[in-house]
């Protein structure tokens, strides 16, 4: 296991170990209160751990190396793991909304809400430090489970301080109708949550590119046509799994180069892009084509176009991920 991956693997145990905290507390203080509001934060909390013990087995899992049965590697499960999360979600927004309008219509009494406000209060803060160290290095490692996760402790923050409000408003109004009410909006809030994880699961399942790694491959290649080490380029594609990313290239070069040549300026235009995209994985397949000195390329056999590149426009590729 790589450095990256022992950071991330060491990463996400600490928020297991905090999810399993925040779950004790939360069914704690719902036990202790009989609030809706109280009941929206544990279920949501329940949800969270869950997700986090699948997103650590799909930290580990995606870190497995190649093999032959798995020759682009074991990434995807990230995505998987995200949508699991989403769907997670949703259901606890589903049964939170339920519990909420339930509470709604029986009124229970509601009791000891000090010792609850005290509770989520506590639990919010230590929720609050960990989604903010989650979301900055899984940024920093690359790794879409860790920001996953850490976005997800951060929602759980922001439920946990709606819920203290909620709740501190309805015992200092004595308007217990507040309770149920702030449990229903927690309700969507989570749903909200899990409807923007299940897009991020279905963009990196269908392989949809990146727009910031776009902009840094196009970047790379312009300078390397502005440096000379290549004419032009065009068929450019890039894909993401996890923290591995794929980018296919054709280079036009001097077509009075040697293969040597020729190879070594592709070799030296393929570290400028692994460069330009800092921790990533960057495994990159160029493809070098002769270009005459009067700017004609050599036919090239049949290769399928960019899906809306001028292929007349060998620089084309710019506006390609």
Request: hydrophobic share 45%; proline share 3%.
């Amino acid at each position: 296991m790589s450095s990256v991956d022992r950071q991330g693997w060491t990463a996400m145990w600490i928020s297991l170990s905090a999810s399993l905290l925040m779950l004790g507390g939360k069914v704690t203080a719902y036990t202790l209160t009989s609030s809706a509001a109280m009941f929206s934060d544990a279920a949501e909390s329940l949800v969270h751990g869950v997700a986090t013990g699948l997103a650590a087995y799909a930290l580990w899992y995606a870190a497995q190396p190649d093999d032959a049965g798995h020759p682009y590697g074991h990434g995807k499960i990230a995505y998987l793991s995200a949508g699991f999360e989403g769907a997670l979600i949703m259901a606890a927004a589903a049964v939170t909304l339920y519990q909420s309008t339930l509470s709604w219509i029986e009124k229970p009494p509601l009791r000891n809400l000090g010792w609850g406000l005290a509770i989520g209060g506590g639990l919010g803060l230590i929720n609050l430090a960990l989604g903010l160290a989650l979301v900055r290095q899984g940024r920093r490692l690359d790794s879409i489970v860790l920001v996953a996760n850490g976005k997800h402790v951060l929602s759980d923050m922001w439920t946990s301080l709606g819920v203290v409000v909620g709740v501190a408003i309805a015992w200092l109004s004595g308007q217990r109708w507040i309770d149920p009410l702030t449990g229903i909006l927690v309700a969507l809030r989570i749903a909200f949550e899990g409807v923007g994880l299940l897009r991020q699961a279905y963009r990196g399942l269908m392989d949809a590119a990146d727009p910031e790694h776009s902009k840094r491959v196009v970047a790379s290649l312009e300078q390397a046509v502005a440096d000379g080490k290549i004419r032009a380029f065009h068929q450019l594609r890039q894909r993401r799994v996890n923290d591995v990313i794929w980018v296919e290239v054709h280079l036009l070069v001097d077509g009075e180069l040697t293969v040597e040549v020729a190879h070594q300026r592709a070799t030296a235009v393929e570290q400028q892009i692994r460069s330009a995209l800092g921790n990533l994985d960057a495994r990159i397949t160029s493809h070098i084509e002769p270009q005459g000195s009067h700017g004609e390329a050599h036919p090239k056999g049949h290769h399928a176009p960019d899906p809306g590149l001028d292929e007349s426009e060998p620089n084309g590729g710019a506006a390609a991920s």
